[in-house]
């Protein structure tokens, strides 16, 4: 089993490109990454600064709303090198959900 490189998912092992009209203009978007025409899988990332050499070449499709100083904080930890970019040490996110109905009314507005 290859944990972690975006290689299957529930709909099978890649889907049709989609593209949603959104642009990875600021830190927070949540976008899914493929690997190449027609490969949208399941690996996703969460942008950190803007990044529009990604736009129409992965799916942008959400917003962080709370949490971004946690991504920052994992942002910060070492890496192994230059070309690896794996943490020295484990990260593990022990809580997450999703948002209430009347954040997402806020978000829309």
């Given at each position: 089993e290859r944990v972690g490189e975006g290689i299957a998912s529930i709909y099978g092992s890649s889907l049709k490109d989609e593209y949603l009209g959104g642009r990875h203009?600021?830190?927070g978007q949540v976008c899914m990454a493929n690997n190449g025409p027609n490969t949208s899988g399941c690996q996703f990332y969460v942008t950190?600064?803007?990044t529009p050499w990604l736009d129409?070449?992965?799916v942008m499709f959400g917003q962080?709303?709370?949490g971004m100083e946690v991504l920052q904080k994992i942002e910060k930890v070492?890496?192994?090198d230059e070309e690896d970019h794996r943490?020295?040490?484990d990260v593990?996110?022990?809580r997450s959900g999703q948002c209430t109905r009347e954040e997402k009314?806020?978000?829309k507005s």
């Open positions: 203009m600021h830190p950190m600064d803007e129409r070449d992965h962080v709303v709370h070492e890496v192994c943490p020295r040490r593990v996110v022990l009314v806020k978000i």
